[in-house]
């Protein structure tokens, strides 16, 4: 796993930072949406492949399915990638500044995971790690201000006003998107009874949507901007979760597959532009140093996003069935001894729904949070007038 996250953490900086060298920035907009197709189609196809292998093949498979994309991969690259010239041929590489930023990294994910696990921030091991990774972080910004452009993510990154709005969206976005890929799922299995490959499939109208908004986000980022695409987009996912602080066990299906339709529309609208608005007014070396930048405050984000989300659905659900217990104990409900257990059932399932409804109220006001760092992104519209 250590030699697969090393080798994927360089694939896609790199990835990003030749499509912009290929591309120019002038359609960011339009390539990012095309790059980032198999995000929409990964989790429209992956369920339906998945429920095939684990019920024909073995778990085992998979992870030997990824044995022949990586073979095609390399021989599309052997035969197709054009040679790039070098940036910077006497560039060496900054181990300290690598080895601060990836502890930095693992720190705060692994400090988040354990959050996570715990069902609270406010856990020794969280503390620890997180406080730890703010200490790497530091240490890092004090080596970047030493060796100045050297560094592999250079300070002078944070001059430019989308990069900054850029990264902050990044972050906030792993509550929206991350969040809303874990709770959506564990909803349709866990409230609604659905198994693990229903749960897969009731979810494709949010793909279908991000679909239908993909093509259309790209163009309009590169007429307008991000800034007001993201909003827009922000509008249209708040409008297609808070639905679901509503919807319980009993809510139709077709009302359901409705509103993820809305919120898939406004979703594909979110990443791409801020992942294409990292790049504005750069040239030369900050181009790789903004793919790294970007790429490690979304993991971060991404990480954060489900962790949070999965504390705050816990600790509720945690906190209510404590206080039912006690109401229990306290002999404060008049019920029947033989209907008890019906009763206590009963209470308990709609613990977990509100649970639930909680945590999607909390993902839509995540969405809205996001509108504060997209006035920091691009707005074409201003400079055309």
């Not at 697969?4 to 912009?20: E, H, K, N, W, Y």
């Not at 349709?188 to 009731?202: D, I, N, W, Y």
């Not at 979110?270 to 979304?298: F, K």
Request: aromatic share 10%; with cysteine; proline share 4%.
């Amino acid at each position: 796993r250590l030699i697969q996250g090393f080798a994927g953490g360089i694939i896609m900086p790199l990835l990003t930072t030749l499509l912009v060298q290929t591309a120019g920035q002038k359609v960011m907009g339009q390539m990012m949406a095309t790059v980032g197709l198999p995000i929409i189609i990964g989790p429209l196809v992956g369920p339906i492949i998945g429920g095939i292998i684990i019920k024909y093949l073995s778990w085992q498979w998979i992870f030997w399915v990824n044995v022949p994309v990586a073979v095609i991969s390399i021989l599309l690259i052997l035969w197709k990638m054009p040679s790039y010239p070098a940036q910077n041929k006497s560039a060496k590489m900054d181990f300290v500044g690598i080895v601060f930023l990836a502890g930095a990294t693992t720190s705060m994910i692994y400090g988040i995971v354990k959050a996570a696990r715990k069902a609270s921030f406010a856990n020794k091991d969280t503390l620890l790690f997180i406080g730890l990774g703010l200490a790497l972080a530091l240490l890092y910004v004090f080596w970047a201000m030493r060796i100045k452009d050297k560094a592999v993510l250079p300070l002078n990154l944070f001059k430019y006003r989308s990069f900054n709005g850029s990264v902050l969206g990044l972050l906030i976005a792993g509550t929206v998107l991350n969040g809303a890929m874990l709770a959506l799922p564990l909803f349709f299995q866990e409230v609604r009874g659905m198994s693990v490959m229903m749960a897969g499939l009731a979810l494709i109208p949010q793909g279908a949507g991000m679909l239908v908004s993909r093509t259309l986000t790209g163009k309009l980022t590169d007429k307008f901007g991000a800034k007001y695409v993201v909003l827009t987009s922000l509008i249209i996912t708040f409008i297609g979760t808070i639905p679901f602080y509503w919807f319980n066990h009993e809510t139709s299906y077709w009302i359901i597959a409705l509103v993820l339709f809305v919120r898939g529309i406004g979703a594909g609208g979110i990443l791409m532009p801020l992942m294409a608005d990292s790049y504005p007014g750069m040239q030369g070396a900050l181009i790789p140093a903004a793919s790294i930048g970007s790429r490690t405050i979304q993991n971060i984000g991404s990480a954060f996003g489900t962790a949070i989300i999965t504390t705050l659905i816990t600790a509720y659900s945690n906190a209510k069935i404590k206080g039912f217990k006690q109401n229990i104990s306290s002999a404060n409900y008049h019920v029947k001894a033989a209907n008890m257990s019906q009763f206590v059932a009963r209470h308990l399932d709609l613990i977990q729904i509100h649970a639930f409804q909680y945590g999607f109220f909390c993902i839509s006001i995540a969405a809205l949070l996001i509108a504060l760092p997209t006035f920091l992104l691009t707005n074409k519209i201003e400079k055309n007038q």
